[in-house]
């Protein structure tokens, strides 16, 4: 009787078998775009991503091969969405509300 053989499919991949989405300065959103992926159900992982000279360059999202499409939608999405409620909430903070429009003339 043949055994399953574990990481079969899309199950636990090797690190060289994955391919980095983006990187990012920041380790908050770097964990914010990590977790944003795994609730799409995207295996990802973060990694430092050094240069040749060894100098960090930043965090790498990476996830495997199969998913990266995916992994490119998913993040543009959520930063189009992002930046659709900066650009609400910084035009609602621009706007120069006139206090006398407001009280009633009666």
Do not use: C, W
Not at 52 to 63: D, K, L, N, P, Y
């Amino acid at each position: 009787m043949e055994q399953p053989t574990p990481n079969k499919g899309k199950g636990q991949t090797k690190l060289k078998d994955l391919a980095v989405v983006t990187l990012l300065s920041d380790m908050v959103r770097a964990k914010e775009y990590e977790t944003l992926l795994k609730l799409n159900d995207i295996p990802a992982v973060i990694k430092e991503h050094v240069d040749a000279r060894g100098e960090s360059q930043g965090m790498a999202i990476m996830v495997p091969e199969d998913y990266l499409d995916e992994a490119h939608v998913v993040i543009e999405s959520q930063d189009a969405y992002d930046d659709f409620y900066d650009y609400a909430f910084e035009e609602e903070d621009d706007a120069d509300f006139d206090a006398d429009f407001l009280d009633d003339e009666y």
